[in-house]
């Protein structure tokens, strides 16, 4: 019996189709993890200094560039235009620009995404918190919610992190810039990070509501640049990764040291007498020599479940991304799982299909969206 034409054709090109996986999958190299084979494959590239990611509830993937553009990868493909409505953003990356991007927790109902990024002015610049309704195709009614009182005119980077705790309150972080100092300031917002209701205002409890002389909207201060901030999901701890390659849980009213002392590349830290009576909060984990640890996840889907309840890390100098293992007494197993040299990782966040999605620009070439995947 003879194949009808319409078939021959579909045979053909699921060929083709299957080659080309295959094609893409051989080109695509595999690395060996102590638990799994996995292999890195591109989601999307040509971006322009990608920061960080947003999955929406259909798939679709909000990516935040530094020159100040927002991007949207729909079904898999980078769309030719940026999402408009972002405000004016200082364009300066590494150091500034369009950084973190949220979804409030009840976006289904009121489509609210937010984002951090660094507002100049007068005084300078600082860091922002901004937020509009996104239809799937632009944002409307954007304005900030919250305008931090870090401004800066030196050189320093300041950038900034924001998330949703299991308490609906909006963490933000705020770096110190170039005048660190100002981290033990109980005064302005610089080296600290923030807890904000979802529309900037000042929740009652903060640890210094009503005391003289400090922010109410502080949380914890002694930081000098927070590049990654995750809640850890079977304690709903917040953990902020310091650029300087600590770990820290942020609790209420912590002091975590910075400039007088660091727990990860100290060695660089300006010696600095620590006045008399400071009560300092010591790092959760560090590392040494430096990796720039940046992006954090807490990874709970089920195409690696060996893996639940890991942390996977973003590095800028070690050009990978490094995982770590609990148990009931804390950090067990630390493994780079690649390196590729050049890429410097900033983001790092969990798809809906259970896979791991990272961010990252290179010493010389675009900036990517990649995805880990099994290898088999």
Not at 9 to 38: G, M
Not at 117 to 137: I, L, S
Not at 159 to 177: H, P
Not at 190 to 215: E, F, I, Q
Request: with cysteine; hydrophobic share 35%.
């Amino acid at each position: 019996m003879k194949r009808s034409s319409t078939s021959v054709l579909l045979l053909a090109s699921l060929a083709v189709l299957v080659s080309a996986t295959f094609a893409q999958q051989k080109a695509t190299p595999a690395y060996d993890t102590k638990e799994y084979k996995i292999r890195v494959t591109t989601v999307a590239d040509g971006l322009s200094y990608p920061y960080c990611l947003a999955f929406l509830p259909d798939g679709n993937i909000l990516v935040t560039e530094m020159n100040g553009k927002l991007r949207l990868i729909r079904n898999g493909v980078l769309t030719s235009d940026p999402i408009g409505g972002i405000p004016m953003v200082l364009p300066d990356a590494p150091s500034h620009g369009l950084m973190d991007i949220a979804l409030h927790p009840n976006y289904a109902k009121n489509h609210l995404i937010y984002f951090s990024y660094n507002k100049p002015g007068e005084k300078g610049v600082t860091e922002a918190v901004a937020r509009g309704t996104f239809d799937g195709k632009q944002l409307t009614g954007v304005k900030d919610i919250f305008v931090a009182d870090a401004w800066s005119k030196t050189k320093g980077r300041q950038n900034s992190r924001i998330a949703f705790g299991r308490d609906g309150m909006l963490y933000m972080t705020v770096s110190v810039g170039g005048e660190i100092l100002r981290a033990q300031d109980m005064k302005d917002h610089a080296g600290k990070v923030l807890r904000l209701r979802d529309d900037g205002s000042v929740p009652p409890d903060n640890p210094y509501v009503g005391k003289d002389g400090y922010r109410p909207e502080i949380f914890t201060n002694g930081h000098g640049n927070i590049h990654g901030l995750a809640i850890r999901p079977e304690t709903g701890e917040l953990f902020g990764m310091e650029h300087g390659d600590e770990a820290n849980i942020l609790k209420a009213g912590g002091n975590y040291g910075w400039p007088y002392a660091q727990q990860g590349q100290g060695t660089s830290v300006e010696k600095l007498s620590m006045p008399a009576g400071l009560k300092l909060t010591s790092a959760y984990m560090s590392w040494n020599p430096q990796r720039r640890v940046s992006g954090v996840l807490f990874y709970t889907g089920d195409k690696f479940p060996k893996w639940k309840g890991n942390m996977f890390l973003g590095t800028l100098n070690n050009q990978q991304i490094h995982r770590v293992a609990f148990t009931k007494d804390g950090p067990a197993v630390h493994e780079d799982l690649f390196t590729v040299k050049g890429l410097q990782v900033r983001d790092v966040r969990q798809g809906p299909d259970g896979l791991i999605y990272f961010t990252s620009f290179e010493e010389a070439g675009p900036g990517r969206v990649l995805r880990i995947e099994p290898g088999y």
